[in-house]
Nanobody
Framework: DVQLVESGGGSVQTGGSLRLTCVAS????????MGWFRQAPGKEREGVSW???????DHAGPVKGRFTISQDNSKKTTYLQMNSLELEDSGVYYC?????????????????WGQGTQVTVS
């Protein structure tokens, strides 16, 4: 099994930045498609960003140009750098791992999930 632990959430003003960290144990992150998802109160969980391997990654439309996803395989860590934060970015952010390299932002393809970290933009 893969265990995922997120950190780095917090409260920030609009226009500010945060970096979320997801540390995996039990497997190498390079073997998985790693995704970040978020859920705002009263809304469904939605995909934010994903990364598979060293060269494949993408972001959902609302965060393109503002968020960057990256990985440090030696540390089994996936990062989500969030810049120019907007009120709509608030929510609980979840890290997830899928054994399917093509999972992208298809939530059903993700097997392992972290407990989430709260991001509040005001």
């Amino acid at each position: 099994d893969v265990q995922l632990v997120e950190s780095g959430g917090g409260s920030v003003q609009t226009g500010g930045s945060l970096r979320l960290t997801c540390v995996a144990s039990g497997a190498a992150v390079s073997s998985y498609c790693m995704g970040w998802f978020r859920q705002a109160p009263g809304k469904e969980r939605e995909g934010v960003s994903w990364i598979a391997g060293s060269s494949r990654n993408d972001h959902a439309g609302p965060v393109k140009g503002r968020f960057t996803i990256s990985q440090d395989n030696s540390k089994k860590t996936t990062y989500l750098q969030m810049n120019s934060l907007e009120l709509e970015d608030s929510g609980v952010y979840y890290c997830a791992a899928s054994p399917a390299q093509w999972a992208e932002l298809n939530q059903r393809s993700y097997t392992y999930w972290g407990q989430g970290t709260q991001v509040t933009v005001s």
